[in-house]
């Protein structure tokens, strides 16, 4: 085999596509995405990625390590987040805004947008609300666990001064409240809460049909799913299981997926989901507490 010949690594994440990709990388420039694995808005974007077939370089970031914060990555992505979607010579970012572009910049793959204006207003009002009330209820959620740790370990100068460099105001001073007081912290009640109410929306949205628009699986239900693998992979799900049947099925439905299953629950080895679960059954007690 030529030296250009070689398979390239991703293919062993997309062999399918990897044929694809070979065919048209005369028409297209290769898509480099800077992700993480347990990144919920870096999940949709792989999502959107495996569903609609197309191959990708993917590029970790070690947010732990606080990687994100790096003036390299700043230049790259100045709100210091994950994901960043560079396409040839265009950097995308913002996952939802990420969604979308791949769906304009791809219509010959598989469409998950629906096609009456209406579906598409409600769509992105689902959207909205992922990226304005779920996500920063997940983040609050998950950073006791995934990030408090690692700075307790350092010294309380150090861990505060690395929490000043978060370019964002609002997402600073909640890191900051969730530092000092875990899953006691006003915003962990706050975001138990809008998982409780979105799971509720949710219900009502299923009743009736498959997904939560139409009986189309859309970007809806793409950018909601990754807020349910926080509960999943925390052994959270009693959140929705008791006396939310269509959720819990929509939930088997999406993690039953083969572009699911490519993005993002390969990513979550039966080790690191023992170590997960040991976490979240620790803080499972709160979080009942806070649902109540």
């Known amino acids: 085999m030529r030296r250009d010949q070689r398979v390239p690594s991703w293919s062993l994440v997309f062999p399918q596509q990897a044929l694809v990709l ?8 290769m898509l480099t995405l800077y992700t993480h694995p347990m990144s919920p808005c870096a999940q949709k974007v792989r999502f959107v990625l495996a569903e609609k ?59 998950l947008r629906p096609d009456a204006a209406h579906l598409r207003a409600r769509m992105r009002l689902w959207m909205k609300h992922v990226d304005n009330k779920l996500h920063p209820s997940c983040g609050a959620l998950q950073w006791p666990l995934a990030m408090r740790p690692g700075l307790l370990r350092m ?24 530092f000092e007081k875990g899953l006691e912290a006003p915003d962990v009640h706050g975001a138990v809460r809008v998982y409780c109410e979105t799971i509720e929306k949710m219900e009502a949205a299923l009743a009736g049909q498959d997904w939560v628009l139409s009986d189309q699986f859309s970007l809806a239900d793409i950018v909601i ?7 999943l992979q925390y052994g959270w799900a009693g959140l929705y299981e008791r006396g939310h049947p269509r ?20 990513d979550f080895s039966p080790e690191k989901l023992d170590e997960l679960r040991i976490q979240g059954r620790d803080a499972w007690p709160a979080i009942e507490r806070h649902a109540a």
């Open 155 to 178: 010294e309380r100068a150090d861990a505060l001064a690395l929490l000043d460099q978060v370019v964002e105001g609002p997402r600073r001073e909640r890191q900051k409240r969730l």
């Open 225 to 231: 799913a990754p807020y349910f693998q926080t509960l």
């Open 53 to 111: 077939g197309l191959a990708f370089e993917s590029r970790h970031i070690d947010l732990p390590a606080k990687e994100n914060l790096e003036p390299w990555y700043l230049k790259l992505n100045p709100t210091g987040v994950v994901p960043t979607l560079v396409h040839g010579d265009q950097v995308i970012i913002e996952s939802s805004l990420i969604c979308e572009y791949l769906e304009e910049a791809f219509p010959d793959t598989a469409r």
């Open 22 to 29: 070979q065919n048209t990388k005369r028409k297209f420039p």
């Open 247 to 266: 959720v819990a099925d929509w939930v088997s439905r999406i993690c039953g997926r083969d572009g699911w299953r490519a993005a993002v629950a390969k």
